[in-house]
């Protein structure tokens, strides 16, 4: 039974940084990619950026190109955003996700899911 469990959310001001993680289980990804979302209050969940788990392509909403960071450890299974320069419009729950293909698509293509950790941003 394939798990993805979020952690590293919580209150952070203007300006600074948050680190979460994505651990997954149940079978090895090869093949998969794993991709964040985000979903703010009254608001549709939103793709953040992602990552090819078996040679680590990266991709990234225009909204956070140049201040979060995906990255991977393949011995972890974990799959880790780098948040920097946090804005209070990134304000929201942070999902990760996979899927068994290279493609990004839509949220309800996606395979497994976690089940989010809040990231709140003070101005």
């Known amino acids: 039974q394939v798990q993805l469990v979020e952690s590293g959310g919580g209150l952070v001001q203007a300006g600074g940084s948050l680190r979460l993680s994505c651990a997954a289980s149940?079978?090895?990804?090869?093949?998969?990619?794993m991709d964040w979302f985000r979903q703010a209050p009254g608001k549709e969940r939103e793709f953040v950026g992602g990552?090819?788990?078996?040679?680590?392509?990266?991709y990234y909403a225009t909204s956070v190109k140049g201040r979060f960071t995906i990255s991977r450890d393949n011995a972890k299974n974990t799959m880790y955003l780098q948040m920097n320069s946090l804005k209070p419009e990134d304000t929201a729950v942070y999902y990760c996700?996979?899927?068994?293909?290279?493609?990004?698509?839509?949220?309800?293509?996606?395979?497994?899911w976690g089940q989010g950790t809040q990231v709140t941003v003070s101005s």
């Open positions: 996700a996979a899927r068994l293909s290279l493609r990004q698509a839509t949220a309800s293509e996606y395979d497994y």
């Open positions: 990552i090819i788990w078996s040679d680590g392509s990266t």
């Open positions: 149940g079978r090895t990804f090869g093949g998969y990619r």
